[in-house]
């Protein structure tokens, strides 16, 4: 799978490139279908980041990257 860095990562919010991705513990989802992902923004949370430590305030758990599609992981 590929790597991509924080950097290009930061590209896929949904403004600048037509993707949409988020990170999530060292894995990179495409979240551009979701229709909770409109624009690169998910309530407060923005696309084209890392949202691992932001997940803990989430009201759901991590089982909802299991429905996204992986694209990458991020390079540390």
């Known amino acids: 799978m590929q790597t991509f860095t924080r ?3 930061a590209l ?9 991705w988020v990170a ?6 495409d979240v551009t279908n979701s229709r909770l ?3 690169g923004k998910h309530y ?3 696309a084209g ?3 691992t430590e932001e997940l ?5 758990t991590a089982e909802v990257f299991e429905r996204m599609k992986q694209v990458g992981i991020l390079k540390t």
């Open 7 to 9: 950097s290009q990562l």
């Open 12 to 20: 896929r919010n949904g403004q600048d490139k037509p993707e949409i």
């Open 24 to 29: 999530y513990q060292g894995k990179i989802y």
């Open 37 to 39: 992902w409109r624009n």
């Open 44 to 46: 407060e949370h923005w």
């Open 49 to 51: 980041q890392d949202l």
């Open 56 to 60: 803990k305030d989430a009201p759901h």
